[in-house]
């Protein structure tokens, strides 16, 4: 339940060579820690080339964050990608919501993200791909001391390498 599927360092080692052989048409990207690091209203280097390269892959994107309107929609709007706010992960409700918006089936969507317990869990409970990124930063323990908590009891689950892991086959999978 907290594997991904795939796990790099940076999002912009996720090539759209990467998306094709894994069958997905659409990203589910998260923000903090994974395009910039936390509450930063800046996308981090080479982010906004990275997302002009998917767009003119085809790739189909959206922002899926937990935080609310004030700290995503202006991210997006930057970034010129829609988004769901507040989207409760790693329950469904959000993610749900972006494939209805994207008008994409699951077998091609995944979702990325720096956190074992909300963007990875959240992916297989809803039973899409995923890529686990490496956290741009680790946050400090002044108010953010739930996070802080969550990185320590993530170590477990953490890859053992950051280049891109096997892709699993359907069929090798059942």
């Known amino acids: 339940m907290f594997q991904s599927t795939v ?3 940076s999002v912009c080692d996720i090539t759209p060579e990467l998306l094709r052989m894994m069958g997905v048409k659409g990203l589910l990207l998260d923000i903090d820690n994974t395009l910039t690091t936390h509450d930063n209203p800046v996308p981090a280097a080479g982010v906004r080339e990275w997302i002009n390269k998917m767009k003119m892959a085809g790739i189909r994107l959206r922002l899926i964050s937990n935080n609310h309107e004030p700290r995503v929609i202006p991210f997006a709007k930057m970034l010129g990608i829609p988004c769901v706010c507040e989207s409760l992960k790693p329950l469904s409700r959000g993610f749900r919501t972006a494939m209805k918006q994207m008008n994409l089936p699951k077998e091609q969507l995944c979702v990325v ?14 039973r899409v791909k995923s890529i686990y990124v490496k ?13 802080c ?3 320590v009891l993530e170590v477990p689950f953490l890859p053992k390498s950051y280049e891109y892991l096997p892709v699993k086959n359907k069929k090798e999978s059942k």
């Open 135 to 147: 956290p741009m930063e680790l946050e400090s323990w002044k108010g953010h001391e739930f996070l």
């Open 149 to 151: 908590i969550k990185r």
């Open 113 to 126: 993200g720096d956190q074992i317990y909300t963007d990875i869990w959240g992916a297989n409970l809803f």
């Open 7 to 9: 796990a790099v360092r």
